[in-house]
C-alpha cells in the first residue's frame, strides 16, 4: 500500500488534467493497495471523480 497525494497522480498519469481540480482536492491523500506504478489513466480518471464528489458532499455538510 501506498498514500500519496491526488496532484502526485494526476501529473504522473494525466496532467492535463491538473488545471481542473481544485486546490483542496489536489492535496487529498490517496491510499493505493498496489502503488502508484500500477495505476493507468483510467484509474486515474475513477479517483478523481470519486474526489471530486467525496468535496463536494463535505462541501454541502458544512
Same mark, same amino acid.
Given at each position: 500500500? +501506498?498514500?500519496? =497525494?491526488?496532484?502526485?497522480?494526476?501529473?504522473?498519469?494525466?496532467? /492535463?488534467?491538473? *488545471?481542473?481540480?481544485?486546490?483542496? +482536492?489536489? /492535496? *487529498? @491523500?490517496?491510499?493505493?493497495?498496489?502503488?502508484? @506504478?500500477?495505476? @493507468?489513466?483510467? @484509474?486515474?480518471? +475513477?479517483i &478523481?471523480?470519486?474526489? &471530486?464528489? +467525496?468535496?463536494? =458532499?463535505d462541501?454541502?455538510?458544512?
Amino acid at each position: 500500500m +501506498e498514500t500519496v =497525494k491526488l496532484s502526485r497522480i494526476v501529473m504522473n498519469l494525466t496532467p /492535463e488534467l491538473y *488545471s481542473f481540480l481544485k486546490s483542496n +482536492e489536489l /492535496e *487529498s @491523500d490517496i491510499v493505493l493497495r498496489y502503488g502508484l @506504478d500500477h495505476l @493507468d489513466p483510467g @484509474d486515474v480518471i +475513477e479517483i &478523481i471523480q470519486v474526489s &471530486i464528489a +467525496e468535496h463536494r =458532499k463535505d462541501a454541502l455538510l458544512h
